[in-house]
């Protein structure tokens, strides 16, 4: 592990080295999401939040699932196989990495940018030459917080943004196994 700004830590849980162990401490009320390793939280993120405060331990029990393909899958034409792989980002300009939420995000802020000329200050990554909403750019954000937010297949009759994105060939599921909250 390292503790400069930006550093990964080695946090590899599995049969040989067991379940990993992280503790982290909040002085203020926080919402800490959990996501996979290419996954990003956004407004329409599948990610469980957890409130914490201070003055309560929360103990979260987590399962890690990671499913992957056979390696000749690869060399199938995307279009017929119906997934991408986290290093096929073609269209993908705010993340190293492709996944089925980085693909939302994008779709999300060119969403923003088409409605009201600007990005929310709370997605996760702006670039050089994006506008990010002052105060009125916010207000029309909320104004058209449904159909900014929710993320709709073509043939469904509800407000919200179509985004064809496709899923990730390798997959992680995390699920939420155990919590216990106890008062300090």
């Not at 969403?111 to 996760?124: D, F, G, R, T, Y």
């Not at 709709?152 to 919590?179: A, H, P, Q």
Request: with cysteine.
């Amino acid at each position: 592990g390292s503790s400069k700004p930006g550093a990964f830590l080695d946090m590899k849980s599995n049969t040989t080295t067991g379940p990993g162990r992280l503790k982290l401490e909040f002085n203020y009320e926080v919402e800490a999401y959990y996501t996979s390793n290419v996954d990003v939280p956004n407004f329409n993120s599948r990610s469980v939040k957890v409130p914490v405060t201070n003055s309560y331990h929360v103990l979260l029990i987590l399962a890690v699932t990671e499913v992957e393909n056979a390696e000749g899958i690869k060399s199938t034409p995307i279009a017929k196989r119906e997934c991408k792989f986290r290093t096929e980002n073609e269209g993908i300009t705010s993340y190293k990495y492709y996944s089925d939420t980085t693909c939302e995000s994008e779709c999300l802020k060119k969403k923003m940018k088409e409605v009201c000329n600007c990005i929310s200050p709370q997605l996760a990554r702006v670039e050089l030459g994006d506008k990010v909403c002052n105060l009125s750019g916010v207000i029309c954000l909320r104004q058209k917080f449904g159909e900014m937010t929710v993320i709709v297949n073509s043939w469904e009759n509800r407000t919200g943004i179509v985004c064809k994105c496709m899923k990730n060939c390798e997959e992680m599921y995390i699920d939420l196994v155990f919590r216990e909250t106890l008062s300090q």
